[in-house]
């Protein structure tokens, strides 16, 4: 209720904090020195204790060079590709409720658009993304596409990119087709 209606300001977690920072970086690095430069900017303005901030700098340190290192040619962008990528005030359908959201990638390819959603915790297995708030989030991205700019993007996959290594030390993530799943029972819930 306070945080979500009436959206009074709180002090954010160093989770947050650091999901902030990476965020930031992924949006407008170019190459694996900048993604480090730009994190601990971004981590420095965070509201964090000097013992959060040196925790977090270490983790960063420890696993964004080797994400880009795994995801150096998804990592990169180019023309047909937007980061942070805003949808303001887009009304559902008929209802006066409006929309908001911000996608963290969005490629553009010939046969439709494919959004990925960058994620700070460790990596979930397929179902549990299935079954969990992941997917519902990649819906709710569909529905903003579908309303945004009279349809203009048609989100044919998404895709769910952990910046963390699972167990076994590798970097994860996980695409899904959208067409393939029925998105009713999510805008149901909208």
Known sequence: ??????RLPEVPTKFQSYGTAVHVALAGAKNSRELLVLFERALRRQPLTKSELL???QKGKRSLPGWWSARERQASYDKHSKREFSIVGVKLDDLQVRLTGKLDRLDLEENGVVVTDYKTSKPKSRRAILDGDEMRQLFFYRLLLKQFDHGK???REGVIDFVETDKMG???FEKF???AHDPREFELLV
């Open 1 to 6: 209720y306070y945080r979500n209606l009436l």
């Open 55 to 57: 925790e977090t700098l």
């Open 153 to 155: 993007y048609v989100m």
């Open 170 to 172: 590798r970097y994860k």
């Open 177 to 179: 087709d959208m067409e």
